[in-house]
Each structure stands twice: as C-alpha cells, then as structure tokens.
C-alpha cells in the first residue's frame, strides 16, 4: 500500500481498501459487476497499533484521592474518581448516574447501558472502604 511514493500506515491503507470494497458493492447493487469483487478487498492486519492509555501508579492514584478536600463537593468528587478509576465508568456513564442506580445492601454500583447495550449492567461492588469514605 504505497501512494505517492510514501507506504502508508495499516490504519490509513485500511479506510482507503474499505472506501474500494464500498465502491465495488455499488458496482455490484448497479448490475455491473459480480459480488466476487467486493468480497476480494484485502485488509490490512493492523496489530499493536493502538496506543494503550496511561494508567496512574498506585501512589499517584492515592495522591489524587487525597487532594480532595473533606466538604461535601470534595465527596461527591472523590466518588466520581473512584467511579473512573476503580470501576472503569466512562465519563458519560458516571454523568447519567442517578442515587437510584445504587444497591447499598450489596454494595453494588447499576448502571443504565447506552442505547446499543441493552437495560443495564452491573458496573462493579463497591469497596466498604470507598462507601465510608464518600457517605455524607
């Protein structure tokens, strides 16, 4: 995959191949050619291109959850971090989170899915520690 002199990236060459396996299917929805040809489109693998995120030390973790301050705003602060980091919520999910969505008795966090997962899912127990630290 090589245009204009420079090989390209196996991401890049990938959105161009899908662009002509699109093309192809076009042809072939006009009558103008077989399927054979859509289904011909190579990909390229594109394996440990991906930049995996940076995740923070034990230790700067803890200095994190320590800078917020002990008011009700720092609490409800913490809380958010801990959903991010302890409970992988993105950002989305932790806005959307309602007091309904936890089960204290079970110390478990539901949260309601996005449009494409289907009603809920569970997120995760909450540490003890985590709800003594974060209860008003």
Known sequence: AERFGRPLKPGSANVMLYSLGCFFRFLHLRGLCGPHLACAVPHFANYGQTRHPDVLS???????????????????????????????????????????????????????????????????????????????
């Open 58 to 136: 034990e230790q700067q973790r803890d200095r994190l959850l320590a800078a917020f301050p002990s008011d009700a705003r720092g609490l409800r602060d913490r809380a958010i971090a801990l959903c991010l980091l302890d409970l992988g919520l993105r950002a989305k999910e932790v806005i959307d989170l309602k007091v309904t969505d936890l089960d204290w008795s079970q110390s478990l966090l539901v949260v309601p899915a996005l449009a494409l997962w289907g009603t809920h899912r569970i997120a995760g127990r909450i540490a003890p520690d985590n709800i003594a630290h974060t209860s008003v």
